[in-house]
């Protein structure tokens, strides 16, 4: 660890604060983008993360960059264009003991690697997929993504004619066992929400709007900070537990609900208008659907099913992570490759004899 007692309080993990800050930023001022590196490094550091067991990843785009601005002494991975997904897969497989961020965008996520995306949520594996979603593409120029609202404008006046994509929706449907939404300027909702997402064991969605204040911060604009701040519709106030800590709520009873992770962790939800519950799949499909209809920005934990199985246990791997056998228990011998070749051999001749191709 590099922290030194003069740059303040050691957290459970005995790290400061600053282990968990990487390079300077070299986005614009007031970007969204550096608001959600905050909170990730705030709440690392609650979290009492370990630094170098977690292994950033990312794509291409503007949030793609933001990784170097965090964790500044964990792995990275910087990959291309829509492709974060299948190298947090392979890099899981690789090591399961590694705490796996992917940062991603709208157009990193919801354009190029919409596929990619959709097979890794299927799969359950383990990452915290953070979506720095600002409607735009913010490195050529503030062309409209494919999570850009109907009738959003550019700042030419140019309005949005497509329906935009929900990351959210279809994380929902395809099976993701924890999918929330938040906003960069709320760091009261997100830190709990990224604390309790590197808690969950599988694929954590966190689709954050994340205002573009060079291309999407104008009137017209419904990812701007104004029209954010005037639709955004929060299910709940958000607390997390950590497994290490006692629980005290001080809500009163029958006003709050609480969902437990595997790992002895709590998530506490106070009801703000409504008794929503984020176990529900139906309730947070139906409730982001209305949303849409009434033109409001839902906020908070949509859903979350702790208990669903991750992707390794499907696998059955082995409890040591593959990156750490010896090469002779992960290299077949020869004989052990003949005698798969002639496995093969023989069940083409089987098929075959049964009239197959």
């Known amino acids: 660890m590099s922290g030194t007692a003069a740059e303040g309080p050691r957290n459970l993990a005995g790290f400061t604060k600053a282990d968990y800050e990487g390079g300077k930023t070299t986005l614009c001022p007031g970007c969204g983008h550096n608001a959600i ?48 997904p299948s190298v947090a897969t392979g890099v899981h497989l690789a090591n399961r003991e590694l705490l796996l961020i992917g940062v991603s965008g709208d157009g ?28 735009v593409y913010g490195l050529t120029k503030g062309q409209f ?25 279809i994380a929902i449907e395809l099976g993701c066992g924890f999918v929330a939404r938040s906003f960069s300027g709320d760091q009261k909702q997100l830190r709990p929400l990224l604390k309790a997402a590197f808690a969950h064991r599988g694929t954590a969605v966190l689709d954050v709007v994340s205002p573009c204040v060079t291309f999407a911060d104008h009137e017209g604009s ?21 497994y290490f800590e006692d629980i005290h709520v001080d809500y009163a009873p029958g006003t709050t609900r609480e969902v437990e992770l595997p790992d002895g962790s709590h998530i506490v939800l106070k009801k703000l208008a409504e ?76 098929v075959a004899a049964e009239g197959g191709g």
């Open 222 to 242: 419904t990812k701007s900070y104004a029209a954010v701040k005037q639709s955004d519709t929060p299910l709940h106030e958000i607390d997390f537990v950590p």
């Open 108 to 135: 990193d996520t919801a354009s190029i690697g919409l596929g990619q995306f959709c097979h890794l949520v299927r799969r359950n594996v383990p990452v915290v997929y953070i979506i720095e979603n600002n409607g």
């Open 275 to 350: 008794d929503y519950d984020p176990t529900s799949r139906a309730r947070a499909l139906m409730t982001l659907e209305e949303a849409r209809t009434e033109r409001r920005l839902v906020t908070g934990l949509l859903y979350v099913e702790p208990e669903k199985p991750a992707f390794d246990r499907d696998l059955g791997l082995v409890d040591t992570p593959l990156a750490r056998l010896p090469l002779e228990q992960v290299r077949p011998p020869r004989r052990v490759l003949e005698e798969i070749m002639e496995g093969f051999r023989t069940g083409r001749g089987q």
């Open 145 to 169: 993504s494919a999570t850009a609202d109907v009738g959003s404008t550019m700042k030419n006046g140019r309005p949005n004619a497509l329906m935009p994509i929900d990351c959210c929706a």
């Open 37 to 84: 590196t905050g909170g990730i490094i705030q709440a690392a550091f609650e979290a009492g993360l370990e630094p170098h067991r977690v292994a950033k990843l990312s794509g291409i785009g503007c949030s793609s960059k933001t990784p170097a601005y965090f964790l500044g002494h964990a792995h990275g991975c910087n990959a291309v264009h829509g492709r974060m």
